[in-house]
């Protein structure tokens, strides 16, 4: 009976966890950690009662409280029956309207009836089947084409002199927090969960804290930097004429500083108010707030922004300047609308301000499953299918063929030039009358 509660000890943990590494791939925060976390101190809780019972010296009648490796049985008094319901043990029984029971003897409790196996029913949890699975995939092809479209678009900003501007040093930072964003989820998957024996809701070194900080602090510095976009297009839209050197590093220091800033802060206060774990639960909200505060009021504000600038767009569109007619005015708006949802990062005012806990699924699907693909997006819209970013490279294309055509055209001019005047000095060679002399010399000593 002992050996059978322990193997199911052991799979119920090993169901738990198999569900909780698959919430979480993607994620800092896994709530399904909560459930081995309340596994473990329920059984201390057991052991402390227990405990407590022990050092009372008074004679206690009944059954003293119980721990059976799955749940905590509380005292009871000889011929009591205790039952327990399968929603009591565990989240991970499908069958939840089952029932447990033990009965308290004169000599101790007795064996559980029916068994849990028989009274309850495990859900089947296939990791490699599973719809978390699949979304590990989706979301690591889409940060690997992130990654590589944005180090692309970052290498045309910085190679091509005619690039350099406040405009596009601002793209090169907002690219570079999305390079960052992408680079901690594959840190953070790579330290957390490559090695599947490793237990990661309790795992707690100081590898698994710094993966968890450093991806915080790139989802910071994302947001932050999107805000910065939508600050300094705002500025473009609003004031006419305006330094834009002189708001270049404040906006440096919002994007960077802040997020440093905040981090600090972050670090600090889990270090010596909440140092368990790999630091990636929220049991402790206002240590969570210090991170989610700050995006959440940027995110309010870039909502704000963002409004402000399709007034400011239909505005110009309606301009007795602008013709054309209303169908085009509202095309040409929709595109521009369509342009700024990605770079403003409006996909994610839709779980901002609602609980971590509701509606998972799409808030896996809008965060990580679009988000992983917003930086491929930015770069293509901004960088790759900008007019004038097409038009200078396609120049430079046009020059770099035209460089190969000449220096080619020339190598084999040299070539001609030197294989014709080799051809001439031979047949100069073998028509020169000096050589005739010299050939009836040679012909009369052979004679003689």
């Known amino acids: 009976m002992l050996l059978s509660r322990c193997s199911l000890t052991l799979t119920l943990l090993t169901l738990w966890l198999h569900y909780s590494s698959w919430q979480t791939q993607g994620e800092a925060i896994h709530p399904a950690c909560a459930l081995v976390a309340q596994h473990m101190k329920a059984q201390e809780q057991c052991k402390y009662t227990q405990l407590n019972e022990s050092s009372n010296h008074t004679?206690?009648?009944?059954?003293?409280?119980?721990?059976?490796d799955i749940r905590c049985w509380d005292r009871a008094e000889v011929g009591q029956v205790v039952n327990v319901s399968?929603?009591?043990?565990?989240?991970?029984?499908?069958?939840?309207?089952?029932?447990?029971?033990?009965?308290?003897?004169?000599?101790?409790?007795?064996?559980?009836y029916p068994s849990y196996e028989d009274a309850c029913e495990f859900v089947e949890v296939d990791p490699e089947t599973t719809y978390y699975s699949t979304f590990k995939q989706v979301y690591t092809a889409g940060y690997a084409t992130s990654l590589i479209s944005l180090i692309s678009a970052i290498f045309v900003f910085t190679a091509l002199r005619k690039f350099h501007c406040t405009r596009n040093y601002i793209h090169i930072n907002l690219f570079s927090s999305f390079i960052l964003r992408a680079s901690a989820v594959f840190i953070k998957d790579g330290i957390l969960f490559t090695d599947e024996s490793l237990d990661h809701c309790l795992m707690s070194t100081a590898s698994c804290k710094a993966a968890v900080a450093f991806f915080q602090f790139s989802i910071l510095a994302n947001y932050?930097?999107?805000?910065?976009?939508?600050?300094?297009?705002?500025?473009?839209?609003?004031?006419?004429?305006v330094s834009q050197k002189k708001y270049f590093w404040w906006y440096i220091l919002i994007g960077w500083g802040l997020p440093t800033t905040i981090m600090t802060i972050w670090v600090l206060a889990r270090n010596f108010y909440d140092n368990s774990g790999c630091w990636d639960d929220t049991e402790a909200a206002f240590i969570w707030w210090i991170i989610k505060g700050p995006i959440t009021a940027s995110l309010?504000?870039?909502?704000?922004?963002?409004?402000?600038?399709?007034?400011?767009?239909?505005?110009?569109?309606?301009?007795?300047?602008?013709?054309?007619?209303?169908?085009?005015?509202f095309t040409r708006l929709a595109k521009s609308t369509l342009f700024l949802i990605p770079l403003f990062g409006?996909?994610?005012?839709?779980?901002?301000?609602?609980?971590?806990?509701?509606?998972?699924?799409?808030?896996?699907?809008?965060?990580?499953?679009?988000?992983?693909?917003q930086g491929f997006v930015v770069a293509l819209l901004?960088?790759?299918?900008?007019?004038?970013?097409?038009?200078?490279?396609?120049?430079?294309?046009?020059?770099?063929?035209?460089?190969?055509y000449l220096s080619y055209s020339k190598k084999r001019r040299t070539l001609f030039t030197e294989s014709s005047t080799v051809t001439q000095i031979s047949v100069l060679e073998k028509s020169s009358p000096m050589e005739q002399p010299s050939t009836e010399l040679q012909n009369s000593i052979s004679i003689v």
């Open 224 to 241: 932050f930097w999107l805000l910065v976009e939508g600050m300094y297009l705002q500025t473009l839209l609003a004031l006419t004429f």
């Open 86 to 112: 399968c929603s009591n043990v565990s989240q991970l029984f499908a069958n939840n309207n089952g029932y447990i029971y033990r009965n308290c003897t004169k000599n101790g409790w007795s064996d559980i």
């Open 300 to 329: 309010l504000v870039n909502f704000i922004i963002f409004i402000n600038v399709i007034r400011i767009l239909v505005q110009k569109l309606k301009s007795p300047g602008i013709g054309g007619s209303d169908t085009s005015h």
């Open 382 to 404: 901004y960088c790759f299918l900008n007019g004038e970013v097409q038009a200078e490279l396609k120049k430079r294309l046009w020059k770099w063929q035209m460089q190969g």
């Open 346 to 373: 409006m996909h994610y005012m839709v779980f901002a301000f609602l609980p971590e806990s509701t509606g998972e699924d799409a808030r896996l699907s809008i965060e990580l499953g679009l988000g992983s693909f």
């Open 59 to 68: 004679m206690i009648a009944g059954c003293r409280t119980d721990w059976d």
